[in-house]
Nanobody, 116 residues
Framework: QVQLVESGGGLVQTGGSLSLSCAAS????????MGWFRQAPGKEREIVAR????????YYADSVKGRFTISRDNAKNTLYLQMNSLKPEDTAVYYC?????????WGQGTQVTVSS
């Protein structure tokens, strides 16, 4: 089983940038497609972006397309999310998980707050 620890969140103004990281324990990180998810207050958790095992293919939700970039470094067992041109509606707790997601893999998340 893989344990996931998210980091890199914070408070940023509209138009700003943040870079999130997801550190995975264990030796099976490269065996999984991975995704970033987010949950805003009062809303359901949603997929933001996902990436294949090799990193060769990515998918983005329409709401973040062109602004966010997902990547991974299998040698470092780390998943990344570069977030640019942030908007107040991006405010949420961000989580990483394998894809398809598993309830056994949720970490504590990292809070991203975008002020207007």
């Amino acid at each position: 089983q893989v344990q996931l620890v998210e980091s890199g969140g914070g408070l940023v103004q509209t138009g700003g940038s943040l870079s999130l990281s997801c550190a995975a324990s264990g030796r099976t990180f490269s065996s999984y497609a991975m995704g970033w998810f987010r949950q805003a207050p009062g809303k359901e958790r949603e997929i933001v972006a996902r990436i294949t095992k090799s990193g060769g293919s990515t998918y983005y939700a329409d709401s973040v397309k062109g602004r966010f970039t997902i990547s991974r470094d299998n040698a470092k067992n780390t998943l990344y999310l570069q977030m640019n041109s942030l908007k107040p509606e991006d405010t949420a707790v961000y989580y990483c998980n394998k894809w398809p997601k598993s309830d056994d893999y949720w970490g504590q998340g990292t809070q991203v707050t975008v002020s207007s």
